[in-house]
């Protein structure tokens, strides 16, 4: 990394050979390279994001939980119906009560990224960067490092106990990341 100095000698810019004269700031690279910061256009440097602007993390995370909500709503489960029977070992003896949920089986469903390529270990490092992921379980960020399946994880706490509900919100959220060139997948299992 550049240290700004002020020069006690005169010196040569390495990058444009400019004359340095002594006493003109110059960034300092150690020994034999320094650089005028007067003598030639500055290269930009990569702009983070500040508190309160997203970065391409951040901005796709906004679409795929969005995407996630609106299937999850468009989601029409098919109802299971539990049954108590008479005698419990018997499933052709006598029903005794009868439950209907609408919400069809319960479950669990979640979206798992994997790094495997730049994109996706970019959204990661992102992800990192404003508090979403960790490499540990951390209740309090989203994603997750998972030593099942390798890569990080993300639980869908939408859907209430609905496995359907869960599943719709998470393929969907997994689309938007898999246009966005993030490898990863939905998957989901029965309670």
């Known amino acids: 990394m550049a ?43 990569k702009k983070r994001p500040i508190n309160g602007e997203l970065s391409f993390a951040g901005l796709l995370l906004q679409k795929a939980e969005i995407a996630g909500l609106v299937a999850l709503k468009k989601c029409t489960p098919v109802p299971m119906i539990v049954q108590e029977h008479s005698n419990i070992l018997n499933d052709k003896s006598p029903v005794k009560q009868e439950w209907h949920v609408s919400g069809g089986v319960c479950g669990f469903a979640w979206i798992n990224v994997k790094c495997k390529d730049q994109v996706s270990r970019r959204f990661i490092n992102q992800l990192k960067k404003i508090g979403k992921a960790s490499n540990d379980r951390d209740a309090r960020t989203l994603w997750n490092k998972d030593s099942y399946y390798g890569g990080y994880t993300m639980w869908v706490n939408e859907g209430g106990q609905s496995m359907q509900r869960k599943e719709a919100y998470a393929h969907a959220f997994a689309g938007v990341l898999a246009e966005a060139g993030i490898y990863c997948h939905a998957m989901s299992r029965m309670d």
């Open 3 to 45: 240290r700004l100095i002020k020069l006690k000698y005169a010196a040569k810019c390495a990058d444009c050979g400019a004359e340095l004269p002594a006493g003109s700031e110059a960034r300092y690279y150690g020994r034999d390279r320094v650089y005028g910061v007067d003598c030639h256009e500055q290269k930009p440097t």
